[in-house]
């Protein structure tokens, strides 16, 4: 829910704010969509590998190609559970969020189209909130690779939308894994 209000929130806003793109600049961004993180399942607690996500970001654009980011972006939570060395089930949620830089290349493949692959490293946080309170929670934040792909569609020269990919991983625990994020995004260069 708060991923979708923070989408049409910033839509609105992007679509009545003027401005002009140019070679070199700033620019806003966010997307929201689905994700999915590999957590380990045990059949005594439920298990939920999917959840939403959202990713707030702001860049500068060096030239018409290279563009540079600092991204923040809430995974959502995920269900799973793992097997003590002493042979007990244990379950709970897994709540990722991470902050990242990239620097991405920019291809304009068509009038108004784009697709952009930004390379970076996330410093990832992952809390693990045991089913049983009496076991208390855990987290650990690890740096990770940052990997995606975006395709954009230039509505003015100062707006896009899109649809991105993004892909890291996340550790807590033993519990480790790649978490995949896919959404609809919108950017705005001033």
Same mark, same amino acid.
């Given at each position: 829910?708060?991923?979708?209000?923070?989408?049409?929130?910033?839509?609105? %806003?992007?679509?009545?704010?003027? &401005?002009?793109?140019?070679?070199? @600049? !700033?620019? #806003?961004? /966010?997307?929201?969509?689905?994700d999915q993180g590999r957590?380990?399942?045990?059949?005594?607690?439920?298990?939920?590998?999917?959840?939403?996500?959202?990713?707030?970001?702001?860049?500068?654009?060096?030239?018409?190609?290279?563009?540079?980011?600092?991204?923040?972006?809430?995974?959502?939570?995920?269900?799973?559970?793992?097997?003590?060395? %002493?042979?007990?089930?244990?379950? &709970?949620?897994?709540?990722?969020? @991470? !902050?990242? #830089?990239? /620097?991405?290349?920019?291809?304009?493949?068509?009038?108004?189209?784009?697709?952009?692959?930004?390379?970076?490293?996330?410093?990832?946080?992952?809390?693990?909130?045991?089913?049983?309170?009496?076991?208390?929670?855990?987290?650990?934040?690890?740096?990770?690779?940052?990997?995606?792909?975006?395709?954009?569609?230039?509505?003015?020269?100062?707006?896009?939308?899109?649809?991105?990919?993004?892909?890291?991983?996340?550790?807590?625990?033993?519990?480790?894994?790649?978490?995949?994020?896919?959404?609809?995004?919108?950017?705005?260069?001033?």
């Amino acid at each position: 829910m708060r991923a979708t209000a923070a989408v049409v929130l910033l839509a609105a %806003a992007l679509g009545t704010t003027p &401005g002009t793109a140019s070679a070199a @600049g !700033f620019s #806003v961004g /966010a997307s929201a969509g689905a994700d999915q993180g590999r957590v380990d399942c045990v059949a005594s607690f439920p298990c939920d590998r999917r959840s939403a996500d959202v990713k707030l970001y702001a860049g500068y654009q060096l030239n018409e190609a290279i563009e540079l980011r600092a991204v923040y972006f809430d995974a959502g939570r995920f269900k799973g559970g793992d097997t003590t060395p %002493a042979g007990v089930e244990f379950g &709970g949620d897994f709540k990722v969020n @991470g !902050f990242g #830089v990239t /620097a991405g290349y920019r291809w304009a493949f068509a009038p108004q189209w784009s697709l952009a692959a930004p390379p970076g490293l996330a410093s990832v946080r992952t809390r693990f909130d045991h089913a049983n309170p009496v076991w208390g929670s855990a987290s650990q934040t690890t740096t990770q690779p940052l990997v995606g792909v975006g395709l954009a569609y230039a509505i003015t020269p100062a707006l896009r939308v899109g649809i991105d990919y993004d892909a890291t991983r996340f550790k807590v625990h033993t519990t480790r894994g790649p978490l995949h994020m896919l959404g609809l995004s919108a950017q705005l260069s001033f």
